[in-house]
């Protein structure tokens, strides 16, 4: 966007950039109560119309029907987006990862709390404060977007969002690298055989013996 040679190819840019960004949020949020051990609720339809269907409108009232964005300004550094800041909407757009991750949040403390050994629980911790961390840096831009010149939010916005999303990202991967959250146990070949078995078949000898 920085490099677009005029309005109408950083606008094309921003139409392509506005879906990844929701997208990518929402693949978090579910990522976290998978993490957390809600996968029953993670995979029920309700939740993942409600996760997946926010995301969806979200993503179609920003480029269709309540856009957030007024303009683009060019400046020596390249092209710069301009918010409509008098409108709710553009507060609820910008507040909405914030939104989600209120119940991420709750769901990794239950894991904090409930996590079976000290390596799980620290594992749990540092999600958790990476999370509550991103949603207070989150607020605080929002905050500051009120106090500050429109000219340095409008070039200092997007970067701290893009810092803010890259740092939650890390300590994610952080954890799973340290804590190898992500392992998986092998489980015995019988568990791994019966586990395949549609309708499971036990063979037993004269004695009864299986």
């Known amino acids: 966007m920085l490099i677009s040679p005029d ?3 950083c606008r094309a840019w921003y ?22 051990g809600y996968r029953g609720l993670s995979k029920k339809p309700l939740f993942l119309v409600l ?7 979200i993503i179609t009232g920003v480029i269709y029907f309540a856009p957030v ?5 060019k400046s020596p550094g390249g092209w710069w987006i301009v ?9 609820f757009v910008f507040n909405y990862p914030t939104l989600l991750l209120v119940p991420a949040i709750a769901a990794l403390a239950s894991w904090h709390k409930n996590a079976a050994t000290h390596k799980t629980r620290k594992q749990a911790g540092m999600i958790m404060a990476a999370a509550f961390a991103t949603a207070v840096l989150s ?3 929002n905050a500051l977007t009120l106090l500050l010149p429109v000219e ?3 070039r200092v916005g997007d970067a701290y969002n893009q810092a803010v999303a890259i740092f939650f990202i890390g300590i994610m991967r952080l954890a799973i690298w340290k ?7 092998p489980a015995s070949p019988a568990s791994e055989l019966f586990s395949s078995i549609s309708n499971a078949v036990f063979l037993a000898d004269g004695h009864g013996d299986v």
């Open 179 to 185: 804590y190898k959250l992500m392992t998986v146990v």
């Open 15 to 36: 139409l392509i950039y506005t879906p990844l960004y929701y997208i990518v949020v929402v693949i978090i949020i579910h990522f976290l109560f998978e993490v957390s």
């Open 83 to 91: 918010y409509d800041l008098s409108s709710p909407w553009t507060w």
């Open 152 to 154: 340095v939010t409008m």
């Open 51 to 57: 996760l997946y269907g926010s995301g969806i409108c």
């Open 7 to 9: 309005a109408a190819t």
């Open 69 to 73: 964005v007024k303009n683009f300004y």
């Open 139 to 141: 607020l605080a831009m």
